[in-house]
Nanobody
Framework: QVQLVESGGGLVQAGGSLRLSCAASGRTISNNAMGWFRQAPGKEREFVAAINWSGGRTYTGDSVKGRFTISRDNTKNTVYLQMISLKPEDTAVYYC?????????????????WGQGTQVTVSS
């Protein structure tokens, strides 16, 4: 079993930055691809970014491309999401997830473990 705990969310003005962290416990996640998803009120869950097991390959959703960067530190069993140039439409609960495989995945169904989420609110 893997437990994932997100942190780093909060309230920020448009144009600002935040860095989310996802700390894993229970076992190593160094063999898992990892992903970030988000869900805004009344909307479906949206893929944000994913990273393969080594960190050598990433994939970012179109709506955040060029603004959000996913990274990982396997020595710390932690994944990060650096967000810059935030917009009000980025407001959502952000979830970290561990994939079933080592390879980059954008479909939520390919993820086994999910964190409880962290709220990001961007004011205009």
């Amino acid at each position: 079993q893997v437990q994932l705990v997100e942190s780093g969310g909060g309230l920020v003005q448009a144009g600002g930055s935040l860095r989310l962290s996802c700390a894993a416990s229970g076992r190593t996640i160094s063999n898992n691809a990892m992903g970030w998803f988000r869900q805004a009120p009344g909307k479906e869950r949206e893929f944000v970014a994913a990273i393969n097991w080594s960190g050598g390959r990433t994939y970012t959703g179109d709506s955040v491309k060029g603004r959000f960067t996913i990274s990982r530190d396997n020595t710390k069993n932690t994944v990060y999401l650096q967000m810059i140039s935030l917009k009000p439409e980025d407001t959502a609960v952000y979830y970290c997830a561990a994939a079933k495989t080592s390879w980059v995945q954008s479909e939520g169904s390919q993820y086994d473990y999910w964190g409880q989420g962290t709220q990001v609110t961007v004011s205009s």
